[in-house]
């Protein structure tokens, strides 16, 4: 049974950083593209960063770009958002996502101005 769990989460002020993990367990995920996907309340969720299976492509949507950073450690089964230079508009529930098949259940940012 495939689990992702993501971690990280919380409340910060504008302009402060978060770093999100997503561990993965019951699957290899050295064969998946990782990604991070948010959700704000109202909106559809959006695709925000990918990773490829060795970590040497990564894409960002362009309203994170330059500001968030994805990385994964296939020996932990980890997955990583570091997040800087935060906006409220950051806020939402952050998801992780194995093969673009499997989620976790989601850590919830909060950023205020």
């Known amino acids: 049974q495939v689990r992702l769990v993501e971690s990280g989460g919380g409340s910060v002020q504008a302009g402060g950083s978060l770093k999100l993990s997503c561990v993965a367990s019951?699957?290899?995920?050295?064969?998946?593209?990782m990604g991070w996907y948010r959700q704000a309340p109202g909106k559809e969720r959006e695709l925000v960063s990918t990773?490829?299976?060795?970590?040497?492509?990564?894409t960002y949507a362009g309203s994170v770009k330059g500001r968030f950073t994805i990385s994964r450690d296939n020996a932990k089964s980890t997955v990583y958002l570091q997040m800087n230079s935060l906006k409220t508009e950051d806020t939402a529930v952050y998801l992780c996502?194995?093969?673009?098949?499997?989620w976790g259940q989601g850590t919830q940012v909060t950023v205020s101005s």
């Open positions: 996502a194995a093969c673009r098949s499997y």
């Open positions: 990773i490829s299976t060795a970590g040497g492509i990564t």
């Open positions: 019951g699957y290899s995920i050295t064969s998946c593209e």
